[in-house]
Nanobody, 122 residues
Framework: QVQLVESGGGLVQAGGSLRLSCAAS????????MGWFRQAPGKEREFVAA??????YYSDSVKGRFTISRDNAKNTMNLQMNSLKSEDTAVYFC?????????????????WGQGTQVTVSS
């Protein structure tokens, strides 16, 4: 099993920045894909960003504002979020999986964190 724990969420004004972190533990050697998803109230969970280690992927809504990074030695992943907008308000989930196919979809991920709330006030 793999355990994922997110941190770094909070309340920020529009235009501000937040940095989310995800720490992985357990059988981390099975992880190839790591990503972030978010879920706003009343909406489905949606893809935000992902990394296969060598490549990064972003949804159109965050491209140019968010940056994903990964430290395999420390089994951590970060999401730097800049120029935040009210529509970025959601619970953000860290995810990890054993394959990189369909990395921008939930199908690539087996392990999920509990989520961290990000609230952007306008």
């Amino acid at each position: 099993q793999v355990q994922l724990v997110e941190s770094g969420g909070g309340l920020v004004q529009a235009g501000g920045s937040l940095r989310l972190s995800c720490a992985a533990s357990g059988r981390t050697f099975v992880i190839f894909a790591m990503g972030w998803f978010r879920q706003a109230p009343g909406k489905e969970r949606e893809f935000v960003a992902a990394t296969s280690g060598s490549n990064t992927y972003y949804s159109d809504s965050v491209k140019g504002r968010f940056t994903i990074s990964r430290d395999n030695a420390k089994n951590t992943m970060n999401l730097q979020m800049n120029s935040l907008k009210s529509e970025d308000t959601a619970v953000y989930f860290c995810a990890a999986g054993p394959m990189t196919e369909a990395i921008m979809t939930r199908n690539a991920y087996v392990y999920w964190g509990q989520g961290t709330q990000v609230t952007v006030s306008s």
